[in-house]
């Protein structure tokens, strides 16, 4: 195998400034397609986003909303049409080469080499990314343990089940322990239990250091993992933050509460919802010593509520 002059310049660069730059921002992109009906369409408009050093970062949207697109994009598959794309402080447009070797990628398709053994998979691509020979089986060792195919190490890829597929898929992007991690749905079609084991490894990497992009349909997924989202419908940025800031901004000023006791007279403005009341707030703590005043010791249960991410992207992104 061989390296292009920028490369190897790259691997003697001095690692720890390069991980301190931005490991992804992306200006102003658009991507435009020809039909076969020779109509121009934009699939995606003019798109910027930064990810942080550090940071787990969730790319939502619905369908055909052009996630897939930027992954491809980042990912150098794709060439944005205006714009400009950037990894750890390189252009992917004009060092291609070297970003795809700074970055792991989990597609969403299950692409591999079935013939081959899982051994003979992550060792051929373990090469292609540089990892050297002597750290070679150990790197392997130590990522099928936690992806749960250390007993799977000999056979061929075309006879995993497809959670195991997903899991192979997930291994090859980690074996050269890639600064920016991107995941496109990587929990697609595996049970409750593996999708725990890899939101585990997920923030077990991030916590080493690894800053990680990801797109998932499982909202609940990115609440569980996301410190920040930028949310896309039809190709547009239509929100962007802090995933805590853009649920305080949809949430509701209630507060709702139980009571032992429901036969009591009750503070105006309270509403009966199924087992709840609900007590919209003017001022937080101010209302909070009203209700309880009020409501003394019949409180079963009290809190104030954030707005759901399921919430929030049916609201946005609904006709």
């Known amino acids: 195998m061989t390296f292009t002059l920028d490369f190897i310049i790259l691997l003697c660069y001095n690692t720890q400034n390069i991980y301190d730059m931005m490991p ?101 691509f373990s090469g292609m990314y540089g990892v050297p020979k002597n750290e070679r089986a150990s790197r392997i060792k130590s990522i099928l343990k936690d992806l749960d195919l250390e007993d799977k190490l000999h056979e061929r890829a075309r006879t995993l089940s497809g959670g195991m597929k997903r899991r192979l898929m997930v291994a090859k992007a980690l074996l050269h322990k890639p600064k920016l991690l991107i995941l496109d749905e990587p929990t697609a079609g595996v049970d409750v239990s593996l999708r725990q084991k890899i939101w585990s490894l997920v923030r077990r990497l991030n916590q080493e250091g690894t800053t990680i992009l990801f797109t998932t349909h499982y909202l609940e997924e990115a609440e569980q993992l996301c410190e920040s989202i930028t949310l896309i419908n039809h190709g547009q940025v239509i929100k962007n933050g802090k995933l805590k800031d853009i649920q305080q901004e949809f949430s509701k000023n209630t507060i709702h509460f139980e009571l032992f006791d429901r036969n009591v007279n009750h503070l105006p403005g309270v509403t009966e919802i199924g087992v709840e009341y609900e007590f919209p707030i003017t001022n937080l703590s101010d209302d909070m010593i009203k209700l309880t005043d009020h409501y003394r010791g019949n409180i079963k249960g009290i809190r104030s509520e954030a707005a759901s991410l399921e919430q929030i992207f049916l609201k946005l992104t609904q006709p």
């Open 24 to 124: 992804l921002k992306i200006e102003n992109v658009t991507k435009k397609f020809t039909t076969p009906a020779n109509k121009e369409f934009i699939a995606v408009n003019n798109v910027s986003l930064e990810i942080e050093p550090g940071k787990i970062y969730g790319l939502l949207g619905p369908n055909g909303a052009g996630k897939s697109t930027i992954i491809n994009m980042i990912s150098g598959l794709l060439l944005p049409t205006s714009g400009t794309i950037e990894v750890l402080g390189h252009n992917v447009a004009k060092e291609t080469e070297i970003t795809k070797q700074i970055i792991g990628i989990v597609p969403q398709e299950i692409v591999m080499e079935m013939a081959f053994t899982v051994e003979e998979v992550l060792y051929y």
